[in-house]
């Protein structure tokens, strides 16, 4: 059989690790799905084509790789929003768009789905891609394909290949040995100069700190990042967005450093260093507890994918890997001097105790989450007061939580799941949604139901948007109550519940646990502005009392 521009695609997609995609049908796209799947790359339907790209995103964290397959103009620009925040949040997603045939593009008749000229949606991708690419000639669309999936690895953020309908069973060259993505390269001499900066500042300082963010885990560092942690015998804290690029169990980890969300502890830990050791840590507002992080008056050194900081002197051509690994071996036998502290598991406290009839709390409910989760759990939270209190929540493994701590797209979560159940199907996904946000992208719980996924979803019934009635009240932030805990029974599968006292709420986890047949519901009612400690530590932090005594 001849090797087509479908085959050609799929094979170096099966070669990234691709085994699952997700997408919605639609005309222009269905020859490529029969491809596809005839291939033994299974397609995961979704209800629309965002929940597609939000499920396919949760896969890329996982899996290293993720994919949508949707149709061209109505079902691409549907899925923007999720693609950008992969780019956002440097995910490898490849976006396959299924177009007008190349023929009907030199036609003067208007085509459906179409917006402008042909090229509008290409354009528009160019600026939420590293590379936005039109399959539109057979002879040169391998080395089109090769170029564009090394930038998506190399870089970890997504692309969009356009396939027109009869470009699909075009003949092509067969796929070649496929050269390895490689990482990048750095400047010896440059390299050597900031390692010897970094050290003879490490070296001499009183309290050095290291913080750990997401490109160590986007670059799969965290081995090597946790030889560094253990040769220097620092205390160690990390980012929400970096949130398990070392586990928190370890002796050294000290959790999540959010300026004004933290715990105190944390925070004055990371506060009162000399030197803090940024590694692959992005300095953004959410980051740093919205603009409440005080950093000032310390020696800053940040190390990010291509370049390395200190104050203000930049070395450029320096890649994270080599500066972590590079610090690991010249760390002295005896670790470095450190602030005294306490780790995570040092600080956990008993497994709270459900009384009879108590009325749930989000602290007692955050309490019982963290004593429910272990090595079998991947931890979903959505933006929200569902991601602040679950930074205190301590994750056993690489990729045991994910949310989306920078982009903070509501709706992410719930097709989060379906993505991250399907990259990892030993692991149980627990997801944290407010009932706000679960109404922004409710229908995925069916694609659940569908494939009898044993997920735990809890809803936080607040009656709307209680993070934002801390920044600014209005009636904005009301929502149409739902009976949430009904859902499964619209949908047909899974099972629902309603809790509201500490009871309940431990009956329904234990329940949860014990049946794999479809996801549990657990709507979780909560008193309106009940919220976690973070969000109750950042409101007193932004409180006007606060502000007029700085």
């Known amino acids: ?30 020859t490529f799905m029969d491809r596809l799947i005839a291939s033994g790359i ?34 691409g620009f549907s899925a923007m929003n999720a693609v950008a925040g992969a780019y956002a949040e440097q995910v490898p997603l490849v976006v396959l768009v299924g177009g007008p045939r190349t023929n009907q593009r030199r036609s003067s008749m208007l085509l459906h789905h179409g917006v402008g000229e042909f090229s509008t949606m290409q354009h528009a991708y160019a600026h939420i891609t590293v590379a936005s690419v039109l399959l539109d000639d057979a002879e040169d669309a391998p080395q089109k394909i090769d170029r564009a999936l090394a930038r998506c690895l190399s870089e970890k953020r997504p692309i969009m290949i356009e396939i027109p309908i009869d470009i699909v069973d075009q003949t092509c060259e067969p796929p070649r040995r496929l050269p390895p993505t490689g990482v990048p390269r750095s400047d010896p001499d440059s390299l050597a100069e900031a390692l010897d900066e970094v050290m003879a500042l490490v070296a001499t300082a009183k309290r050095p700190v290291i913080l750990g ?6 670059y799969g560092l965290m081995n090597e990042f946790t030889r560094l ?25 000290i959790g999540v450093y959010e300026g004004g969300m933290s715990r105190k502890e944390v925070r004055d830990i990371v506060e009162s260093s000399d030197v803090l050791l940024c590694l692959g840590a992005w300095i953004s507002d959410i980051n740093f ?32 890997g080599d500066v972590v690994q590079g610090l690991a071996d010249r760390m002295p036998r005896q670790g470095l001097a450190h602030p005294p502290y306490k780790s995570v598991s040092e600080r956990e406290t008993k497994a709270p105790t459900a009384l009879p009839g108590a009325k749930l709390t989000v602290n007692w409910l955050m309490r019982r989450i963290n004593d429910y989760i272990g090595d079998d759990t991947t931890v979903i939270a959505e933006t929200g007061d569902s991601l602040f209190a679950a930074a205190d929540l301590v994750m056993h493994h690489d990729v045991g939580f994910i949310g989306q701590a920078f982009y903070l797209s509501i709706g992410y979560a719930l097709p989060a799941v379906l993505g991250a159940s399907i990259a990892d ?21 069916s694609s659940l139901c569908r494939r009898n996924i044993p997920a735990v979803v809890l809803i936080m019934n607040n009656n709307g948007y209680t ?70 530590r950042l409101g007193a932090e932004l409180s006007p009392d606060k502000k007029q005594s700085r």
């Open 213 to 218: 963010g997401v490109e160590l885990h986007r």
């Open 42 to 75: 299974e397609l995961v339907g979704t209800c629309n084509e965002l929940n597609a790209g939000y499920a396919a995103d949760a896969y890329a964290r996982i899996r290293g790789i993720g994919c949508i397959v949707v149709t061209w103009g109505v079902g």
């Open 289 to 320: 507890g919205v603009f409440t992080g005080k950093l000032e008056g310390r020696q800053l050194i940040l190390a990010n994918s291509g370049r390395l900081k200190i104050s203000q002197h930049v070395y450029e051509q320096v890649w994270i």
């Open 467 to 536: 993070t934002e009635r801390v920044i600014h009240e209005g009636p904005y932030n009301d929502i149409q109550p739902w009976n949430y805990h009904k859902l499964p029974e619209v949908f047909g599968g899974g099972r629902g519940r309603r809790v509201a006292t500490e009871d309940e709420l431990d009956a329904a986890l234990n329940d949860a646990r014990s049946n794999n047949d479809g996801p549990a519901v657990i709507e979780v009612m909560l008193d309106e502005m009940d919220m976690s400690d973070a969000l109750k």
């Open 425 to 445: 199907p030993g692991r149980r996904a627990l997801a944290l949604i407010g009932d706000g946000a679960f109404q922004m992208s409710a229908q995925e719980l």
């Open 1 to 30: 059989m001849p090797n087509t521009i479908a085959d050609y695609l799929i094979e170096r997609l099966k070669a990234a690790g691709l085994e699952h995609a997700f997408g919605v049908p639609g005309d222009y796209v269905l």
């Open 229 to 253: 942690v253990e040769a220097s015998r620092l205390p160690v804290a990390t980012t929400l967005l970096g949130k398990t690029v070392i586990s928190e169990l370890h002796p050294q980890s």
